[in-house]
């Protein structure tokens, strides 16, 4: 790890997948050692963020830096362990011959195969072709090459998803045996109970982050000990911040003393009376433009002056 | 670009083969059971004599073109090219690493196509080594040019349909279904920027000659150009950052 830095530090970050904005211009930072949550609906961006975060997604504005270097950058490609949301194995080979063609790849010493199949509970499949196994079995292999090298941040979308919840309480023990060795993890996932687990919560909607902040400041703030519950409450909270102006805005950006790892540009946006997500549930069908611009219901007295053309160049109230 | 990645990466693909049977015994047995239709359909020894050391050149080609396409739309639909862009991978180890394995697979094939071709009496005055070496570059042209075309494609079917659109107007001019010099001057002058016509023509004299001529050498150097050339395109189009 160099220094104290953060893991990973987003700048501004704006991707733009097939023509919408995916991820709208986010700011956060994620301390090291912890285990980071990136957690929200389905399509709100988490992939691409975490793609972003990689390396190998095209960025239309800002800047990422993970472990204090440029995403993507050659000297991070040992340090970094990735695992996608689909498992990226070879089908037509065995277990263990796809995780000995990736250490080769890394070059990382020939026993991490076996001690990444004991670490993700595959010892007894290691022999089996990929393509045989089980959707979930398939998704560990998948973990399991990212943990190949032992790196020092693990990229992991949507690790937990499809398995029982036997394997799931196994999986989130091993990363916080890998936190406790001082493992950087940023761990996505659409299941708000996953949440308790983390140390620390991203909270994305719709290409914005909600919410950078403890699972425990997110319920007192909230007033609910239930994390699904406070993330509505959050969201709902946000979106009557911005039926009620620019000055409430931001309460959702700005956790109880972790004013440094907010999502400044999204407070900002709030601020200049663009976005946040209206208070009904998204539609996926809908087409979300940046230029289109939804009252919430009932706001047909809306105070918010429409600032500027587009988010971002608007000039602040 | 790092040799024991590359090794690595070829080692893994044929290792892939080698879990897929099936395919490994079509790609050395069609093109032999071919060879023996054509020798007893048209049941010409003349004909067969012309045509059978042309196939030797095309086989390799036309196969290793198609299977090198799939092989990489697979790794990109599968996730494991975006994954291997995130480890220290070059992206000339991974095209490199393809053009071994492949290029391996191409010399048991060639070696599979020469041995029927002769057993069918194909009359070879040239050495058999340089008939093969010049099949391999062929195939190596196959694998480039797979490697090349598989970029362009999103899906299997459209890779599919490269097949006639990459190959089939290269095997119509290359002189396999008439003399070169008898097509339609368009035609002919077309037919010289098409790779496998150079190497149709290098294994022609390989067959026809004892001795290793400059034209054969001249005719093998061009389709190895093409391959230098399709693979570093293709290098072009492998990209670690997509939108």
Redesign the interface.
Known sequence: MDGSGPAVAAEGLRI??GGRDAVRGVDFRIPPGEITGLLGPSGCGKSSLMRAV??????AEGRVTVLGRPA?H?AL??R?G?A?Q????????SVI?NLR??A????APRSDADRVLAETGLTDHAGH?VGRLSGGQRARASLA?ALLGAPELLVLDEPTVGLDPVLREELWRLFHTLRDRGTSLLVSSHVMDEAGRCDRLLLMREGAIVAVETPAALRERTGTADLEQAFLRLIRGHATARADGAAAAAPADRGPGDGCYAGRHESRRAAAGVRPPPPQAPRESEPRGRHERRRPPGASADPDPPSGPEPGTGSRP | MNP??TA??A??IL??LK??PRTVVLLVAVPTVLLFLLRYVFDDERLFDRIAPQLVAVFPFVVLFLVTSMATLRERQ???L????????GKLDLLFGYAAAFGLVAVVQVAAVVAAAQALGMEVEGELWTLGAIALADALLGIALGLLASAFARTEFQVVQFMPAFIMPQVLLCGLFAPREEMHEVLEAVSYAMPLSYAVEAITDATRSADVTGDLVVNTGVVLACAVLALVLGAATLR????
């Open positions: 733009v997948r990689m390396g190998v997604q095209v960025v993507g050659p490609r040992r970094v990735y996608a689909t498992p990226s194995v070879y089908a037509d080979l011959e063609y990736f080769a790849v890394l070059r072709e090459v | 024991a990645i690595a990466t080692a893994r290792r892939q879990h897929d599968s996730g494991t975006e994954r291997l862009m995130t480890l220290p991978a670690r950052r997509t939108p």
